[in-house]
């Protein structure tokens, strides 16, 4: 019974989406009637309803109700809580329906509490997010059906995947999906706006706060997920530029550059017509994202084959919003009014060039990802990697960074370079110590030397904006960007570190052997085989001791998982201030050694520290917007108290008067 009142109630979250829409769209045809009036409730009433309906799929993977397909394949009834909540949303039909959950939660969000725009440009913005939700559930009830029921119950469930049973990566989904749903509130928004031309600074400031809650969640998804892939994945590396990591950069790129804009026109009233534009590429790069993790084309390309009618519907729906916001945009751009001029050395400006340099680094990250796929649709092998990834999007992202440390500096509207001379040759002068520095210390290639360079004036250049203000009064906002960039300061740092200065050391050693990686011993003690919920493993116990320093005891894993089965690598790690020390262990040689693989990676924790630090830099970045928000509504309602109290003084005078 759970699972049809589920699916029924998709159905009905489906045709108040349609609903919504049709209300949203006769109330801009100026016809619209009592409709009008249903699009906020609908909104509302929709969201709910999705949300019970995912409530019902979790709770048949509590109960491992074996009746329902999605839980039979991706469950087990010995598996942890945790892993069979996980389940839930670690499957296609499963993620899909959180993803339209967190849409439609949205949608009910913002028709319950956001009065400031017109309502006519608010019932747009519901009828497209109406439109989205549609697509999706139409989708989820006609190809996906989360709640579809076997013929006969399985006797056993097949288990979720194995790589995917790990605390972390239990949230790393519907992290990033709440990322993914932020800017398609941002779209909406965006299409709203155009369809009654009502590109305004208010526009601006109600759509911020979600760009930056999206924003958030996919730096917190992408740090998690880069962690997740670096101890569980056994290869010793934190980004692989694998089209699954891509799909969730691209929009992080676009999202990044789209809050920049959003905050000039919040600000300043200018970037009207590329903050539009970054909005519909921001929800376009989610859709592709989704698209590429969803429709199994990155398994193979053929596999529409496989399952031609789930790829060809996730397709249409990336046409139909695509390209339709993109026409919409085309035919409504010439509407929108330009906006406050600026100069082009002044904050404004900084800001459009490092829109620019991430777009450009947005369009290598896309061609990058899409261009094997294409090739293998032809019956051509194209691998591109790492060699075609680092130094293409470097060309855009190291002026962007650049001008970043300089930015901040600068003024509204126009500047002069006079004003800012002396901080700027300060950081000059500091980059160029940091690379005489470490040429002088070390062999370091291009790229790691860049970082290294920029790393150590961006982060001083972080906090220049608060020189000559008491920290007290700083806004909140304000400490966001501080903190943000010095985050990007400090994951640029590690991340050249690592790159730079990583020793790795394969041995195949003995029972009691020793082994060096720099200034660590690691002696293997023994092999043990251990057990655990649903897994089997060698492990193996080392010790491990830096020059003189107390000895560490750590015990990494091979795996053997029986449902489903699948071996895994779990490494074992020693963090310390300057780095990390990271161990795998492989098979027994013939001759009774056993594989080690070790690796010592200097400044590594600092790329996730940085990850954190900007994610931290949103938050306080949305905590400043919405008190300020409130501040003003407080100090509106106020004034329009005293006039309101003034004008009954007025008539109860001029009463006295007439009486008199």
């Known amino acids: 019974m759970i699972p049809e009142l589920g699916l029924a109630a998709l159905w009905l979250a489906a045709a108040l989406a349609a609903l919504q829409l049709t209300g949203g769209a006769a109330a801009q045809r100026g016809d619209a009637g009592d409709l009008a009036a249903l699009v906020r409730p609908a909104a509302i009433l929709q969201g709910l309803l999705a949300l019970f309906a995912f409530t019902m799929l979790l709770w048949s993977f509590v109960v491992t109700d074996l009746s329902v397909k999605l839980v039979a394949d991706n469950s087990h009834s010995m598996k942890p809580l945790i892993f069979k909540l996980a389940g839930a949303w670690g499957n296609h039909e499963g993620s899909m329906l959180l993803w339209v959950t967190v849409l439609s939660l949205a949608g009910g969000l913002i028709a319950l509490i956001e009065r400031r725009l017109p309502e006519r440009t608010m019932q747009a913005t519901l009828a497209a997010q109406g439109f989205v939700a549609l697509g999706f559930y139409a989708f989820l009830l006609l190809s996906s059906n989360p709640f579809e029921r076997l013929p006969v119950p399985a006797a056993e469930g097949l288990g979720l995947n194995p790589l995917l049973q790990d605390i972390g990566l239990a949230f790393h989904p519907p992290t990033l999906y709440f990322g993914y749903v932020g800017l398609s509130v941002a779209f909406s928004f965006a299409v709203g706006a155009l369809l009654t031309r009502q590109v305004t600074p208010e526009f601006a400031r109600v759509m911020r706060p979600w760009i930056l809650g999206a924003w958030v969640f996919l730096t917190l998804g992408i740090t998690a997920g880069s962690y997740w892939a670096y101890y569980e994945l056994g290869w010793g590396g934190w980004w692989f530029w694998d089209p699954v990591e891509n799909a969730s950069l691209m929009p992080w790129l676009a999202a990044t550059a789209l809050l920049h804009s959003a905050s000039v026109l919040a600000a300043r009233d200018a970037l009207r017509s590329w903050t539009i534009m970054l909005g519909v590429v921001a929800f376009s790069m989610s859709m592709v994202g989704t698209f590429l993790v969803r429709s199994g084309i990155l398994t193979s390309v053929h596999a529409f084959a496989v399952d031609p009618e789930r790829g060809s519907f996730i397709l249409a729906l990336l046409a139909l919003y695509i390209g339709g916001a993109l026409l919409l945009f085309a035919l409504r ?31 290598i990250v896309l061609l990058g990802t899409l261009y094997p796929l294409l090739a293998e649709a032809l019956d051509m092998r194209v691998s591109v990697g790492p060699p075609y990834f680092n130094p293409m999007s470097a060309v855009f992202v190291i002026p962007m960074l650049m001008v970043m440390t300089v930015g901040p500096l600068l003024r509204w509207r126009h500047d002069n370079i006079d004003r800012i001379r002396l901080p700027l040759a300060l950081l000059v002068a500091i980059a160029v110590t940091v690379a005489l520095l470490v040429g002088l210390l070390a062999s370091v290639g291009l790229l790691p030397m860049l970082g290294l360079v920029l790393s150590v004036p961006l982060a001083l250049a972080a906090f220049l904006p608060l020189k000559g203000r008491r920290l007290t009064r700083v806004p909140l906002a304000t400490w966001g960007m501080v903190i943000a960039h010095f985050g ?102 013939g001759d009774g050694r056993w594989q080690l693989r070790l690796w010592w990676k200097p400044f590594v924790t600092f790329i996730w520290y940085g990850g954190i630090l900007v994610a931290l830099g949103g938050v306080l970045a949305i905590a400043g917007r919405v008190l300020g928000d409130l501040k003003r509504r407080r100090v509106a309602a106020r004034s329009m108290a005293r006039r309101s109290e003034r004008g009954r003084l007025r008539g109860a005078a001029q009463t006295a008067g007439d009486r008199a």
């Open 333 to 363: 751009a010439g509407t929108i009014s330009e906006g406050q001029r600026f100069a082009l050395l002044s904050r404004e400006g900084a800001l459009v060039f490092n829109n620019v340099m991430l777009s450009a680094a947005l369009g």
């Open 488 to 589: 990007v300061a400090v994951a640029l740092f590690g991340m050249a570190n690592e790159s730079a200065f990583t020793r790795e050391r394969l041995a195949a050693i003995e029972i009691g052997g020793t082994e060096r990686v720099e200034d660590w011993q690691i002696t293997l003690e023994g092999v043990d085989a251990v057990a655990g919920p649903n897994w089997t493993a060698l492990e193996a116990r080392l010790i491990a001791q830096r020059g003189q320093g107390e000895p560490v005891r750590i015990s990494p894993q091979a795996r053997n998982f029986w449902t489903p089965p699948q071996q895994t690598t779990e490494s074992a790690l020693i963090t310390r201030w300057d780095g990390q020390l990271y161990a795998v262990v492989g098979d027994q040689t």
